[in-house]
């Protein structure tokens, strides 16, 4: 999907630019699912992202796979 809008400031994170231009919202609106880096982890369940290791533990098998595969489709 591309989208063209108007420029925001060079240090504007690209999870506020996502927000201020209501794309993620447009995106679940329209069914469009929404598969980002670690920087959209704080965007809710509305965005796919990897996982975090959990504090003092291990993620597992199964979230170990599926992380690597969410970063290889986000950063090929």
């Known amino acids: ?3 063209s809008s108007s420029a925001l400031p060079g ?3 690209d999870l506020t630019a996502a927000r ?3 794309i993620l919202h ?3 609106r329209q069914g469009v699912p929404i598969l980002a ?3 959209f982890i704080s965007a809710g369940d509305r965005v796919t992202t990897a996982k975090r290791h959990p504090p ?3 993620l597992t098998l199964t979230e170990r796979t599926e ?3 969410l970063s290889w489709t986000v950063h090929p």
């Open 11 to 13: 240090r504007t994170h």
């Open 20 to 22: 201020i231009h209501k």
């Open 67 to 69: 992380s690597r595969a």
């Open 1 to 3: 999907m591309a989208r």
């Open 56 to 58: 003092g533990g291990e």
């Open 26 to 28: 447009i995106c679940t």
């Open 37 to 39: 880096d670690m920087a």
